[in-house]
Nanobody, 115 residues
Framework: QVHVVESGGGLVQPGGSLRLSCAAS????????MGWYRQAPGKQRELVAR???????NYADSVKGRFTISRDNANNTVYLQMNSLKPEDTTVYYC?????????WGQGTQVTVSS
């Protein structure tokens, strides 16, 4: 069984920062890509950022220059540093981890950007 657990969400003022963490554990043979999606009510799910085991990264245009994804391969952990947060970043963020068989999802963590 595989568990993907996010942490680090919360309430922050516009312009502030948050750091999300996501750890994958359990019967994982080898993690390839890990990343973050978000989906606001009434909107399509959006890939926020992803990182491969080799360190290659991709970002949504809406977060480029503000968010940074990084990972600790030894511990199957990925981080999302979010700076200059905007109210439109408010939503639930979901972490995922891919191994050679399938994608595993976390339960989501709420990020709220509001004054």
């Amino acid at each position: 069984q595989v568990h993907v657990v996010e942490s680090g969400g919360g309430l922050v003022q516009p312009g502030g920062s948050l750091r999300l963490s996501c750890a994958a554990s359990g019967s994982i043979f080898s993690i390839n890509a890990m990343g973050w999606y978000r989906q606001a009510p009434g909107k399509q799910r959006e890939l926020v950022a992803r990182i491969t085991s080799g360190g290659s990264t991709n970002y949504a245009d809406s977060v480029k220059g503000r968010f940074t994804i990084s990972r600790d391969n030894a511990n199957n952990t990925v981080y999302l540093q979010m700076n200059s947060l905007k109210p439109e970043d408010t939503t639930v963020y979901y972490c995922y981890a891919d191994d050679i068989k399938r994608r595993y999802w976390g339960q989501g963590t709420q990020v709220t950007v509001s004054s």
